[in-house]
């Protein structure tokens, strides 16, 4: 099964705009952390933003925010006020605790193209 | 600068021969992985070292081998028993274990084979 599961495959947006990104996780350990990271076309990945399992609050940074609803197991990023440099792909994963050796699961990606 | 170096950026390789990406880091980390990505894809993982001298399976193991006889360096090797190697391969390394411990990538290197 999916560990993590991102549903678009696609996005574009106009600049200035907010977006949003979906994310949906599937675990059964307590402890996980969830962690979104942006490729550019270049190929490197960039850490965008965490998200621990037992924080009570989301998590911010910068134009990035992460809307947590534990209970449903999604971890969505937004995007405000999106900016042409924020066209890439995106990644969201899950580092589980010990009983998965604290590895990262990755999800397929969403490519958010923002037009001018 | 800390960071994390991979080498060469662009590989070519013929068919039925082995190569070996590089992998370094200066971050003092004592975590390390490789990952495979297919056009389009997300990562899956290859091998992971959380300790030096010491390495374990990921999810697409087979084709491949790695060694860690040091902190800093987690090298991959590509063998021609790999069926499809052409992909690209980032390397990441972390503090530790922890599921708060971010992962640092390199750059990436693009392997084709002819």
């Known amino acids: 099964a999916q560990k993590i599961t991102q549903t678009q495959p696609g996005m574009f947006v106009q600049e200035k705009e907010a977006v949003t990104l979906d994310c949906t996780y599937d675990?059964?350990?307590?402890?996980?952390?969830l962690f979104w990271y942006k490729q550019p076309s270049s190929g490197e990945m960039i850490f965008l933003i965490y998200q621990g399992s037992y924080d009570e609050q989301n998590a911010t940074e910068g134009r990035y925010s992460l809307n947590f609803q534990k209970a449903r197991k999604s971890a969505n990023l937004v995007i405000s006020a999106s900016q042409l440099g924020d066209s890439a792909m995106y990644f969201c994963a899950m580092r589980e605790g010990p009983s998965n050796d604290y590895k990262l699961s990755f999800g397929a990606g969403t490519t958010v193209t923002v037009r001018a | 600068d800390g960071g994390i170096t991979q080498s060469p950026k662009y590989l070519f390789r013929k068919e039925g021969q082995n190569v070996t990406l590089s992998c370094e880091q200066n971050l003092n980390h004592d975590a390390m992985y490789w990952y495979r990505q297919d056009p389009g894809q997300g990562l899956r993982l290859i091998y992971y070292?959380?300790?030096?001298?010491?390495?374990q399976k990921g999810d697409i193991a087979e084709g491949y081998s790695v060694s860690r006889e040091k902190k800093e360096s987690f090298p991959l090797t590509v063998t021609s028993a790999q069926k499809n190697p052409t992909a690209f391969y980032l390397c990441?390394?972390?503090?530790?274990?922890?599921?708060?411990?971010?992962?640092?990538f390199g750059p990436g290197t693009r392997l084709t084979v002819l």
């Open positions: 070292s959380q300790i030096v001298n010491d390495f």
């Open positions: 990441a390394s972390s503090r530790g274990s922890g599921t708060y411990n971010e992962q640092f």
């Open positions: 675990t059964s350990d307590q402890s996980y952390g």
